[in-house]
């Protein structure tokens, strides 16, 4: 079975450019979440799809970060315009259905210089 | 409030080693769920082992072990005669269960480096 997919694995921008992620989950995975994590802590939720509707965003920064689930399938997670304090592992994770094990991607590096 | 706490940043263990790292929650919820993922090198993370809040039965897979104690409020790990390929980073995660969201809170995540 293949598992979740996320591009590109690297991105280096400058502050205040945009940029953004694509993750394809598990086939038949429901639900979808994006992290972030910091270097040195551990992931912490963006945003949370069961579907294609929303069902968690609130540590969303939504003046700057904005994501999409298209079909309730593939998902997007844009930035812009970036910061520095935006550097972090994006990772991308999905679940059969709600309160089941989730499994991530390899996640996307992001530098803001 | 929700939060997960790993105390042990890093810890380096010679091969064959027994090794336990720490985990201890603090939740409102009766209704719960913990988890452990490893994050090798490579950056993904990998499920370990989900429990919910009503089974605290202790679970073994062959070299990983995890004892669930709800009176002392963890959920510990422990590795028996550790391999070089052990080393990475672990995270010990919450999930509330009944609420709209099903995140995941994790810990700091503490490195285990398993030396030949």
């Known amino acids: 079975e293949a598992g979740v997919a996320q591009s590109p694995r690297y991105k280096i921008i400058e502050k205040r450019q945009s940029v953004a992620f694509w993750c394809n989950p598990i086939s038949g995975h429901a639900t979808l979440y994006w992290y972030q994590q910091i270097l040195g802590q551990g992931p912490k939720l963006l945003i949370q799809f069961q579907n294609n509707g929303v069902v968690d965003d609130s540590q969303l920064p939504k003046d700057r970060f904005s994501a999409e689930r298209l079909k309730g399938v593939d998902s997007t997670l844009k930035i812009q315009p970036a910061k520095l304090e935006d550097s972090a592992v994006y990772l991308c994770?999905?679940?059969?259905?709600?309160?089941?094990?989730?499994?991530f991607g390899q996640g996307t590096r992001l530098t803001v210089v | 409030a929700q939060k997960v706490t790993q105390a042990q940043t890093e810890i380096s263990v010679v091969e064959k080693e027994d090794v336990t790292l720490d985990c201890v929650y603090e939740t409102r919820d009766t209704t719960y769920y913990l988890f452990w993922y490893k994050q090798p090198p490579s950056g993904e993370l990998v499920f370990l082992i989900r429990?919910?809040?009503?089974?605290?039965q202790n679970e073994i897979s062959g070299r990983y072990s995890w004892n669930f104690q709800k009176s002392t409020s963890s959920f510990n790990f422990t590795i028996t005669a550790s391999q070089v390929v052990d080393s990475a980073v672990y995270f010990c995660?919450?999930?509330?269960?009944?609420?709209?969201?099903?995140?995941?809170?994790f810990g700091t995540g503490t490195r285990l480096q398993v030396f030949p």
């Open positions: 995660a919450l999930s509330e269960g009944g609420r709209n969201t099903d995140k995941l809170i």
């Open positions: 429990r919910n809040s009503f089974d605290e």
């Open positions: 994770a999905s679940s059969l259905n709600r309160n089941t094990e989730a499994f």
